[in-house]
């Protein structure tokens, strides 16, 4: 079956992930590197995040969305996968770009992981200190 030219694409990002989404009309489904999203992201909770874009819109269950997510763990792509979404559905209708805004899914989390410093025992945590 060939595929269907999607009706937006977009990337998104959130910590050291980043995910490529293409938006189809369909029935609703979310496949997430080939597999639907509940079985990829394995948490209800992940894939509720996932989701947040399409309740905003209140368009849940008129696009079918595919998405290629790679770096990072889970949480970040499940994030990753939700800012590509949203970001698809304001370039398929600028009409929603207010409630996705006020909903703060636009916004791209900056929070990265900070890196270990030499002689602490991580970013910020000290090695035990001995008087003696």
């Not at 977009?10 to 997430?32: D, L, N, Q």
């Not at 819109?57 to 008129?62: F, L």
């Not at 636009?106 to 602490?120: N, Y």
């Amino acid at each position: 079956m060939p595929q269907a030219q999607p009706l937006a694409t977009a990337t998104g990002g959130r910590k050291s992930a980043t995910a490529h989404v293409k938006v189809f009309p369909g029935s609703g489904e979310i496949i997430i590197n080939g597999k639907p999203a509940l079985d990829y992201l394995k948490r209800e909770t992940l894939v509720m995040i996932v989701e947040q874009p399409l309740d905003v819109t209140e368009s849940r269950g008129s696009y079918r969305i595919q998405a290629y997510a790679k770096g990072g763990g889970l949480s970040g792509q499940a994030g990753a996968v939700r800012l590509g979404i949203a970001r698809s559905l304001v370039a398929m209708d600028e009409e929603v770009r207010k409630p996705l805004r006020k909903a703060g899914l636009l916004t791209r989390d900056p929070r990265e992981v900070e890196r270990k410093k030499p002689g602490q025992a991580g970013a910020r945590r000290r090695f035990q200190f001995s008087k003696r």
